[in-house]
C-alpha cells in the first residue's frame, strides 16, 4: 500500500519520480481499511529534505500510511518557507485530543545546548509525555532520541571533541529483535551528531536495551518498551548526498569518514545503507501495526 500525504507536498514529486506509490484522498477513500496515522514532529530546519526522507521509508512499506506533518506550536523556523510550514504542518497544540498508531520525533540543530537552554524543551517534553497516552509507539532520531532519554529516564548527552560524521559499520547486538529482524550482523549507518549517549549512564532498571552499537560511533539504537519507544541516534533515513551537502555547509571543516571513496570529496558517495534503512523502518511500521488497537480510542489505554 502506498504513503498518503498532500497532493501539493514537495515531497510527492520527489517520491513519484523515485517510483515509491504515493495515494492521493480520494484513492485511498475507497480502500476499505484503516490506514496507519503516524505523526512527524519535524524539529529539523530544512523542512522539506526531512519530510521527503521520512516520507520515503515510510512509504515502502504495503501499509497505507496517513503521514501527518507537525511542528512545535510557538517556534518560529527560519530556515523553511512560513507558506509551506502553513500549508502542510499542524502546530502539536492542535492536535492534543488526537491519536496517533506511530509518532517520529527527528533530531535538531541544538546538540551543543543543554536541553532546558533549548527554546522549546517545555513543549516538547509535554509531547514526549502526551505520547505515552495518545501514541501507540514513538521513534526517535538522533538529538530526539537523546533528549527522551534525558525526559524519560534522566540519562545524560556528552558532548564529543569533534563532530563524528561519516558512514560507520554498526553491530547487530540482538538479531532476534523485531526492530531488527532481517538486518545483517553488521550494516552501515550514517552518523552526524555532536553528542553521544554512553552506555554506562544507561539506568539499569530501566529497561533499556541496546540493540546496535559501532566500535567507532558508539551506540546507534536502543530499545525502550517501558516508553513504547525506539531511539535512534544515527540516519538510516539519509539520502546518498545528504553527508555531502553538510560537509559543503560546514566548509569542508568536517571530512566524513568511511563515505567519500578514498576519502576525496570529488568522488560521488556510495549508498551502502540503504536496504538497512528500508529494513528498519520497516520493521518499525510492520510493529506497529501488528500490536497498535483497530480502535483508535484505545490507543495509551494499554
Same mark, same amino acid.
Given at each position: 500500500?502506498?504513503?498518503? !500525504? $498532500? @497532493? ?9 519520480a ?8 480520494s484513492?485511498?477513500?475507497?480502500q476499505?481499511i484503516?490506514?496507519?496515522? !503516524? &505523526? ?7 523542512k ?16 497505507q ?15 523553511? #518557507? #512560513? ?10 497544540? @492542535?492536535?492534543?485530543?488526537?491519536? /496517533?498508531?506511530?509518532l ?25 509525555d502526551?505520547?505515552q497516552?495518545?501514541?501507540h ?21 556528552? $558532548? ?15 538479531? &532476534? ?9 553488521? /550494516? ?12 554506562? *549512564? ?20 536502543? @530499545? *525502550? ?7 535512534? /541516534? ?12 553538510e560537509f ?15 576519502? *576525496?570529496?570529488a &568522488? ?16 518499525? !511500521? ?7 488497537p ?9
Amino acid at each position: 500500500m502506498p504513503i498518503r !500525504i $498532500a @497532493d501539493t507536498l514537495p515531497a510527492r514529486r520527489t517520491l513519484e519520480a523515485e517510483g515509491v506509490i504515493v495515494m492521493g484522498e480520494s484513492e485511498a477513500a475507497r480502500q476499505d481499511i484503516r490506514p496507519l496515522r !503516524i &505523526a512527524l514532529l519535524n524539529l529539523m530546519p530544512d523542512k522539506i529534505t526531512t519530510e521527503t526522507q521520512i516520507a520515503r521509508v515510510l512509504g515502502a512499506s504495503p501499509l497505507q500510511i496517513e503521514l501527518e506533518l507537525l511542528r512545535i506550536s510557538d517556534h518560529v523556523s527560519r530556515n523553511t #518557507a #512560513a507558506g509551506h510550514l502553513a500549508e502542510f504542518y499542524r502546530p502539536w497544540s @492542535d492536535v492534543v485530543a488526537e491519536k /496517533f498508531d506511530g509518532l517520529i520525533v527527528t533530531g535538531a540543530p541544538v546538540e551543543t545546548l543543554a536541553f532546558e537552554a533549548v527554546t522549546y524543551w517545555p513543549e516538547l517534553t509535554r509531547i514526549f509525555d502526551w505520547s505515552q497516552t495518545h501514541v501507540h509507539h514513538t521513534l526517535t532520531l538522533c538529538w530526539g532520541a537523546m533528549a527522551a532519554l534525558h525526559h524519560f529516564h534522566g540519562v545524560s548527552k556528552h $558532548a564529543l571533541a569533534a563532530k563524528a560524521s561519516g558512514v560507520f559499520a554498526h553491530a547487530n547486538l540482538a538479531p &532476534a529483535s523485531p526492530w531488527l529482524r532481517g538486518m545483517p550482523d553488521r /550494516f552501515d549507518v550514517p552518523v552526524s551528531r555532536w553528542s553521544e549517549v554512553r552506555a554506562a *549512564d544507561l539506568p539499569p532498571a530501566s529497561g533499556l536495551a541496546v540493540l546496535a552499537a559501532s566500535d567507532e560511533a558508539g551506540l546507534c539504537l536502543i @530499545d *525502550d518498551p517501558a516508553r513504547r519507544a525506539l531511539h535512534m /541516534f544515527n540516519h538510516l533515513e539519509y539520502d546518498t548526498l545528504t553527508l555531502a551537502h553538510e560537509f559543503a555547509r560546514d566548509q569542508g571543516a568536517y571530512l566524513p569518514v568511511h563515505y567519500f571513496p578514498h576519502d *576525496d570529496p570529488a &568522488a560521488h558517495p556510495v549508498n551502502t545503507w540503504r536496504g538497512a534503512g528500508h529494513i528498519l523502518f520497516g520493521n518499525w !511500521i510492520n510493529q506497529v501495526y501488528q500490536t497498535t488497537p483497530f480502535d483508535m480510542g484505545l490507543i495509551g489505554t494499554r
